[in-house]
């Protein structure tokens, strides 16, 4: 079973200073996950830091998904870690401007990323550079848009057979 371990925090944070100083922009605890905010450009060097490490080891990429922040006009992205040999998780975000949502790919650590980063693509926008096959996976091929936004419409704008008045408007 997990336990939540403040100096394993810690100690993460402090290998990844050390290594990673203006890379690293904050730590901070949310819910029950220590949280890593990082610069884009290195988040190929930091993941694989985190997954080669000796003493960290975390060797296993749980979920990578988007974010979509339409008050500060930018794309994010989340990649939740797992060190099974300290039985430790940790989330590690990073943002990119939603005019040029560019982000490297972490397909070259972890092959898993694949179908986890098309998805985002998909359903974001965000582009992941170097990605060996960034395809739209579940919507068709000329779909329009990026559904997981918050900027996208909730309905159909194309019904005509609808009635607004049935949903309180």
């Known amino acids: 079973m997990y336990q939540f371990n403040p100096e394993r925090n810690q100690l993460v944070v402090s290998k990844l200073k050390v290594r990673f ?34 003493e960290l ?43 040029d949502p560019k982000i490297p790919t972490a397909t070259t ?16 926008g965000i582009q992941f550079e170097g990605h060996p096959n960034l395809v739209r996976i579940l919507n068709v091929d000329d779909f329009v848009g990026f559904p997981m936004r918050k900027d996208f419409p909730l309905e159909d704008q194309t019904r005509e057979d609808k009635d607004d008045g049935m949903f309180g408007r």
């Open 109 to 124: 650590i972890w092959p898993s990323a694949n179908w986890m980063e098309r998805e985002a693509f998909e359903f974001f």
């Open 21 to 54: 100083n203006d890379a690293i922009q904050s730590g901070e605890l949310l819910a029950d996950m220590f949280c890593i905010t990082i610069r884009k450009e290195s988040v190929p060097d930091i993941l694989l830091f985190l997954r080669d490490n000796n």
């Open 57 to 99: 080891q975390y060797n296993f990429l749980t979920t990578l998904c988007g974010m979509h922040y339409p008050e500060k006009e930018q794309l994010g992205v989340v990649y939740h870690l797992h060190s099974f040999v300290n039985n430790h998780r940790i989330r590690i975000k990073t943002v990119t401007n939603i005019d």
